[in-house]
């Protein structure tokens, strides 16, 4: 397929942000039973602030994608049977319950405004925030099943899509909250350190996985199904266009073998082993640089991890399309 | 329910392109709007069409075989392509099982291209909307047309008849009967698509010949080739007609 920018835009952005949110959330559970020390409901509001900005960034990309973005508002409707129609509902509502999330933290509201006494430190932001995490959740579901549902692109369709948009959006956004708890929880800084590293590494596993999965697919479609001539030696001489058409510019990734592959390479060394020794390094020699570098670095790592997730998957109309004539 | 669909009869297509032209010149006219063309006499010509007719050679050099074959959207009975559009643009119409899109609502984002195995919906550059086939809609239907001409443009343009068109659920019509009695397959069977278009395999014409057939029995002296010319005043087989 070919890479739309505006795409691997999107879902990098909206993965960063819903990682860096979850990261808040667990890190505010974990005080709730005094596991981790409460932080300032500043260190909250503000993360909450990023993370939406993130998505928000996601959000206006993904316009960029769209042949008549003035009608997206249509894209609701079909939230029954369309992948694609229910994420661009969870994700106003991810943006919401975190914008909610952080509004109650900023202003320190508790279920006190309802009338109701629990006694729980941040009982409301409690709550906003399981609602958002399970919206958070669902939008990765939502990404990954838009890519993982159609069955005929052999290398999307199966459960590692969704998995791998799981844990590379939450590492990355693991990996940011490091770096911004520097400033606002201390505390934290060694607690979301190891948990970034960690999260990084399982998605080392399951992209490692994918990958190897991919390499020994089996295609089910031939030219043999594809014009339904059962011969083992067949020919395309001419695909009917002397040109371009748009089945020869959205469904191939037009670069060199090398560039590919390399993009392949490139990818596995930016995302795992450099952010996850930048972020050892940042938390052993409390250098802020080095925790923030690791986070631009994984970034930038996986805006070619999702370059190369596009570019490898091949679809069978390729099949039809060989030979210009 | 009937199911509207073409049938294409891969043996007698000669890739003339005549439906591809055809089908242009009609659905660019149409109410629905223009079908982009850029740059047609260009360097890089591009546009969007809604049938395509390829070239591909089975076999290896001498022993070669072509097939011209003619590709469009195949009206799916199960069309993989339709539940993922997120606005309900595409989608098929229950009364004859046509494919369409909605060029009002659809909103460009190429899912459904993506989400169509056989690569026939073409984003039209222009109107930046999903086009593809329509089995000319609004042709087949038209009550000021001769009801002969109620057919797609392409099935009306092939000079070899190598098109059918007709309701592939009514087990009687010319296209169900060509479908079962001339071996009619569908393509890609593999996704479960049912693809209501169907294609009609190249056939041979042969005779088989054994090998004692070969040489004459009636030839004591195991001679083969021409017999001698017998002479005018001899007898012929029929007495009448002589050399
Ligand atoms: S051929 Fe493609 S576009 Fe046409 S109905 Fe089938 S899946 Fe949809
Ligand atoms: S391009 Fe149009 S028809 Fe296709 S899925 Fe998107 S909105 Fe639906």
Redesign the interface.
Known sequence: ?HPAFSVILLTTLIGAGQGLFLALYTGESYSVVELLPPQSSQFYALGSAIAVVFLIGGLAASFF?????E??W?????WR?????RE?IVLPLVIGLIALYGLAHYLRLDLKIFGVETNVRGDLTLLIGAAGSLATFGLFICTGM?YA?????QEWHSPLTVINYILLGTACGFTLATAFAVYGAPDLVNFYGAWAIIITLAALVTRAASLIRNARIRH??S?R?????R?S???????????????TR??FHGTPLWFFRSVKWIFLVLVFPVPVALLLAGLLGHSLTLLYTAFVVQYAGLLAERWFFFAQAN????L??QTV? | MSQLALVIDLNVCVGCHACVTSCKEWNTSGTAGYMSDDRPYGEDPTGTFFNRVQTFEIGEYPNTDTVHFPKSCLHCEDPPCVPVCPTGASYKRPEDGIVLVDYDKCIGCKYCSWACPYGVRELDEHQKVMKKCTLCVDRIYDQSLPEAERKPACVMACPTSARLFGDVHDPESEVSIAIRESGGFALMPEWGTHPANHYLPRRKTQITIHKDELVRADNPLKKEGKLPKPDINEPSLDDVTSW
Request: aromatic residues 10%.
């Open positions: 397929m994608h769209l042949g008549h973005p009608r997206a249509r894209s609701a409707a079909m049977t369309s992948w694609l129609s661009v838009i549902c159609i069955k005929f692109l089910k479609s030219l199904t594809a014009i339904g001539v011969h030696k067949i020919t395309q001489k001419s695909q009917g266009l002397m040109g371009g058409s748009f089945n959205e469904f679809h069978p109309q390729n039809y399309y004539g």
